[in-house]
């Protein structure tokens, strides 16, 4: 799609202040940029990764911690480990994507043991690979990606991608928050790491994510896909940011007087608690834990009682009011359309990793979260960045390049009116928060709810740069309300209940549905259907 | 939120305003500021990187805290949760103690 939008600014005068000239730039310093950073060095490239906030701690995994899907390669295990979701997920996954990320997961997870992860071994000796504590991992993760010769840009958000004269993407220009001034890294190819979009819901870890390499790439003319899978909302005390739903199959849930709310549980129960959630306050209490399980739960997730030991609360014996936080695609399936197996993107010279690329593959239109985000983002990271490295490789010498940047909303003149980046945000989250618009999707409420988003759309785009200490900011906002289109856009056309989609007006699975939802577009946000890749292939075949 | 830098205790290595992903702290000639309260995510993570245990982070994600420092310190609250994960010397035994495998499939 062309985009009128476009400035097309060539990059002539006042570059920035940091200019470099690589192979390869990651955007995004979680599991999914640092594989990809260092996978991308291992295939020769020479690597600059600029993350947002700091490489190590920023993101959804550096807070929080993952399951991680990994299982030994013993046929009958994997074909289980595959089965087991397929359902879930309204048979949209890839039985060939699944196999690979598998493989891709254990060679990594096994890596990973090498470098010096410590990871538990159980009573018979063995040692076991299905769970990493976030700050123990991202940390490793960064002295690897050092030791591998990237350099790290620290505080460095981008804020949009350049191309060249044939479309090609062409680098990133971006922000050094903590020095006030500006980066532009031209590069042969990008990976889009940037994570998913959780709307700045405070969920543990995620308020850096909001949706910008969505944005970014979308400026450049990239698709997005399953974007409708994209309403994953999970369980925190109500005060505080800690989402950790697994604990929670150990709760009972009970309203204000203290009655336990019927079919209220944390798996095949958390629309039940929505549902209570909007008539008045919901209590847990973990009162289904026996003393070894609890002793293993302190081990395991040190942070999860970090709320309660400085609250006062013991959990295992005392009520305490819960809520949901919306965590979007961060836990959802939702995002950047991946077109080969290296994991790039409809665009040349862009590739996608992690939670910005699409998890339809492995996880169809269920949540990814639990565990196959993790193994995901360390397979499609490794992907990405030897896709990318080879890329750079084919494209050669690129010093006659024609640059220009790809930013629209929140970069021109505009009518005058600074784009306002606070008011923008809590206009987003007021139709992404609720649950009877998200959570609970119907034809009328999603219609209206398009209506406020697409004024907000006319608004941004007609607004004028704001003042530099609020470009990031503003950006953010910008990127929150397009994926918020792409959402409900998608939500729409998905006239049907799949996966963790729910439809009040079509509560059923229809077999015509089964196909993704392609979205796109910035001014005019459109969708299509796709068929299944596998369809795909034995079509070809007959 | 991030709530108190414990004055008595930093020494000013500016390794918090380096790790906050959300740039809340600013450097200074001497102990950082908490420049940007509201923009904390109550993501603990400064608290795990201060080497000297002179950081403190409110459980309360939406609004600031009234917090009394001396009692928090009686109460061996600062720098818990490093101690919690193994990266104090006297808890390193603790890094493997992840007992996830037993509780996933419940
Ligand atoms: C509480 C919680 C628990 C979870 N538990 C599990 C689990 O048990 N199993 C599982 O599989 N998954 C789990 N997930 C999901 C998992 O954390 C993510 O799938 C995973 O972190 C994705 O890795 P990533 O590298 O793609 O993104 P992230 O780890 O989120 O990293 C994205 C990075 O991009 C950076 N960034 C963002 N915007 C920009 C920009 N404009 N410029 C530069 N950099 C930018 C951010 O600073 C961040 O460092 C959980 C998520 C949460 C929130
Ligand atoms: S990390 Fe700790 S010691 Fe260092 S500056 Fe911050 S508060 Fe002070
Ligand atoms: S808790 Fe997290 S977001 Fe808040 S100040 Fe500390 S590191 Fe920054």
């Not at chain 1, 005068?13 to 390869?24: E, N, R, T």
């Not at chain 2, 000297?52 to 310190?73: G, T």
Request: proline share 4%; hydrophobic share 40%.
């Amino acid at each position: 799609m062309t985009n009128p939008l476009s400035r097309a600014e060539k990059l002539s005068s006042s570059a920035g202040s940091l200019v470099l000239d690589v192979d390869v730039l990651v955007l995004g310093g979680g599991p999914a940029g640092t594989w990809a950073a260092i996978s991308a060095a291992e295939h020769g490239a020479r690597v600059v990764l600029a993350d947002k906030g700091f490489c190590g701690t920023s993101g959804a995994t550096a807070a929080a911690g993952t399951g991680v899907w990994y299982v030994d390669p013993v046929p009958e295990r994997r074909e289980g480990a595959m089965a087991s979701r397929e359902k879930l997920g309204g048979y949209l996954q890839d039985r060939r994507w699944m196999a690979r990320v598998l493989d891709r997961t254990f060679t990594q997870s096994n890596r990973l043991a090498d470098w010096g992860y410590p990871y538990p071994v159980d009573e018979g000796g063995k040692p076991q690979r299905n769970s990493l504590q976030g700050p123990e991992y991202m940390r490793l993760m960064r002295k690897r990606t050092k030791q591998a010769g990237v350099t790290i840009l620290d505080h460095a958000p981008a804020l949009e991608l350049l191309v060249d004269e044939n479309g090609v993407v062409a680098g990133a220009a971006g922000l050094r928050r903590q020095r006030g001034d500006r980066w532009v890294v031209k590069a042969k190819a990008v990976v889009i790491a940037t994570g998913g979009c959780a709307f700045l819901s405070k969920t543990l870890g995620s308020n850096v994510l909001t949706g910008d390499g969505y944005l970014l790439a979308a400026e450049t003319g990239a698709d997005l896909t399953s974007m409708e899978f994209s309403n994953a909302y999970a369980i925190s005390p109500a005060f505080g940011s800690v989402t950790k739903t697994l604990f929670y199959s150990w709760a009972s849930f009970t309203d204000e007087e203290g009655s336990r709310i019927p079919g209220a549980s944390s798996k095949g129960g958390r629309s039940v608690i929505a549902r209570a959630l909007r008539r008045g306050p919901v209590y847990a209490q973990l009162d289904e834990a026996d003393s070894e399980t609890q002793r293993h739960m302190r081990v395991s997730q040190p942070n999860f009682f970090l709320p309660f030991d400085r609250t006062g609360i013991d959990p295992f014996t005392q009520r305490f009011p819960i809520t949901l936080r919306l965590e979007g695609t961060v836990r959802g399936t939702g995002g950047l359309r991946i077109v080969d197996d290296d994991c790039a993107t409809t665009v040349p010279g862009l590739f996608a990793a992690g939670d910005a690329a699409t998890r339809e593959l492995i996880c169809g239109g269920f949540t990814g979260g639990g565990s196959h985000n993790a193994a995901w983002a360390m397979s499609s990271g490794y992907w990405a960045g030897q896709g990318a490295a080879g890329f750079a490789r084919q494209l050669g010498a690129t010093s006659k390049r024609q640059v220009s940047r790809r930013g629209t909303v929140a970069f021109r003149s505009g009518n005058g009116r600074p784009l306002q980046a606070g008011k923008l945000a809590r206009g987003v989250q007021g139709e992404v928060f609720p649950y009877e618009l998200n959570y609970f999707r119907e034809a009328g409420r999603l219609g209206e709810s398009l209506r406020r988003l697409d004024g907000f759309w006319s608004e941004a785009a007609d607004a004028s740069a704001p003042a530099e200490q609020d470009l990031l900011r503003a950006r953010e906002a910008a990127a929150m309300l397009a994926t918020a289109r792409w959402m409900y856009r998608s939500a729409l056309a998905r006239q049907e209940s799949r996966g963790m989609h729910r439809r009040d007006d079509y509560p059923e699975q229809d077999d015509r549905y089964r196909h993704y939802v392609t979205t796109g577009g910035l001014d005019e946000v459109w969708t299509s259907a796709r068929p299944l890749a596998f369809a795909q292939y034995s079509e070809a075949a007959e | 939120m991030i709530e108190v830098i414990d004055t008595e205790r930093c020494t000013a290595c500016d390794i918090c305003v380096n790790v906050c992903p959300t740039n809340v702290f600013d450097k200074t000639d001497g102990i950082p500021r908490i420049a940007r309260q509201n923009d904390c995510q109550t993501c603990f993570l400064c608290e795990l990187y201060c080497p000297e245990d002179a950081l403190f982070v409110s459980p309360f994600a939406d609004a600031p805290q009234e917090v009394d420092v001396a009692a928090l310190k009686e109460a061996a609250l600062l720098g818990s949760y490093r101690r919690a994960v193994g990266w104090t010397d006297e808890s390193r035994q603790l890094r493997t103690a992840d007992r996830s495998y037993r509780l996933f499939g419940h």
